[in-house]
């Protein structure tokens, strides 16, 4: 099985991605439009295994959140399941900003720091 370190390693391999919008985004920038950000916050939640070609499992999100977090999370990630995106990259990146303010107060359980750590 492939460490948080691995995945966000190979992840950023693969994508090419810079450090700059990878920081960007985790101080809460989401004003980036950087491809290849949006191809490796896809990268990273598809093999976190949260993540489909077009939609976030949101059953498996909600396994990682407290109870007390679940029901709200879902809501706001059906919710945000619903906004159109350009194509599978896109859709990751936006459902990530949709949920972030959203939920400013949640951080996805600081998923941030799974993403760019």
Known sequence: ???????RRECRKQTG??????SKFKNGDFNENDPKLKCYLKC?????G????DSIYIDR???????SMQKTSKNTLEKCNLIPSTD???????????????????IFLKLLYYFTV
């Open 1 to 7: 099985m492939q460490t948080k370190a691995d995945i």
């Open 17 to 22: 991605v810079a450090w700059d919008p990878l």
């Open 44 to 48: 990273f939640m598809q093999k976190y």
């Open 50 to 53: 949260i993540f489909g070609d």
């Open 61 to 67: 999100v909600l396994r990682y959140l407290p109870y």
């Open 88 to 106: 599978s990259c896109d859709k990751a990146f936006q459902l990530l900003k949709c949920y972030f303010k959203s939920q400013p107060e949640v």
